[in-house]
């Protein structure tokens, strides 16, 4: 047991904790599928909607963070949502962008793509004359949607929003958004799994806003990967096992927004002793990284439970009467 919890098995011990979460949201979204048919009438077997749905409304809980803020009130129609997204930017903050790289189901899916298009020979290296411009994409959708909802709507407005049909039904909305998606949505959708093939690391990379806003919190972060420059022989395999392609042998410290705290640059290293997790001018276990990101997120999670922030206070037949107009009501 202490040889499995040590650094040379910190991937393996990646891909449990992110394959764990992926299959509760694949539970959580079956469970959600079988409340949508009962509340649409299309079956009668009564089923629970799961709050972890919620997870999936970021912007959302964006709405709902800046409306606690002002109101001091905590959402009660999506409360879940809020906790988990408080959680991500805990994690963030504190302990690097751990949700993305020990959490995000999204963060899996992109790794196996990864590693099939490494075994397919269709990866391709993007040149960085491309690379920085396309980075900056995800910074300039975090940036409309700080500018939209964190600058533009006052508290009156985010209140009106909150109480909408919309906001209601809005879990319904993302499902029948998946479930029948327009000719665009889902050519967009297949253009971009294929190019997670072709592109490493592709949605997380470039597209994703919410990672660039953990990435921003995480600059500030107290866990940083240094390097011993005298150590360091340049072979370069931190860099070919980094999922955000950092340019680690470039640097003494990664303090990079990019870096999701997935600590699989130290096993691969040769040189012992040549990368280190360190807080403050202090080396540390590095398994406490994943440790503290996992606790934490389920310490967030069973918080809400005891004090009430995890359950919609929504009764489900008013759910059911709203997801009966899934199709006719659009957003405020």
């Given amino acids: 047991m202490k040889l499995f919890f040590s650094t040379k098995n910190i991937t393996s011990l990646r891909l449990i904790s992110q394959t764990l979460f992926a299959a509760f949201c694949l539970v959580v979204g079956f469970q959600f599928y079988q409340f949508y048919l009962w509340a649409t009438n299309v079956s009668e077997q009564v089923s629970q909607r799961p709050p972890a749905v919620e997870a999936f409304l970021p912007i959302g809980a964006l709405v709902s963070l800046k409306r606690l803020i002002l109101s001091g009130e905590y959402d009660t129609l999506h409360p879940a949502g ?30 196996l793509a990864e590693k099939i298009g490494k075994k397919m020979h269709t990866l391709v290296h993007v040149p960085s004359w491309i690379d920085l411009p396309l980075l900056s994409v995800k910074y300039l959708l975090l940036g409309f949607f700080s500018w939209l909802i964190l600058w533009n709507m006052n508290l009156q407005e985010l209140t009106s929003f909150h109480y909408s049909s919309y906001n209601m039904i809005s879990d319904a909305k993302m499902l029948h958004f998946f ?25 997380c ?68 002793e040549c990368l280190q997790l360190t807080l403050p001018k202090k080396v540390t276990p590095p398994l406490l990284l994943p440790t503290l990101i996992i606790s934490s997120f389920l310490i967030f999670w069973l918080v809400a439970r005891m004090s009430g922030h995890w359950q919609s206070q929504v009764p489900p037949e008013t759910f059911r009467h709203y997801y009966q107009q899934v199709q006719s009501i659009g957003h405020p």
């Fill in 82 to 111: 809020l906790t988990i997204f408080l959680a991500a930017l805990f994690l963030g903050l504190f302990l690097r962008k751990g949700f993305c790289g020990w959490i995000c189901p999204v963060g899996l899916a992109s790794n």
């Fill in 179 to 203: 479930l029948e998606p327009s000719l665009l949505a889902g050519s967009i959708m297949l253009a971009l799994l294929a190019f997670s093939f072709v592109v490493k690391n592709m949605w």
């Fill in 205 to 272: 990379r470039y597209l994703c806003p919410y990672g660039a806003l953990l990435g921003l919190l995480a600059i500030f972060s107290p866990f940083q990967i240094k390097r011993d420059q005298h150590l360091c022989i340049d072979c370069k395999k931190c860099e070919a096992a980094c999922p955000a392609s950092i340019k680690i042998t470039a640097r003494r410290t990664v303090r990079n927004s990019e870096c999701i705290g997935c600590l699989e640059c130290l096993p691969v290293c040769p040189q012992k």
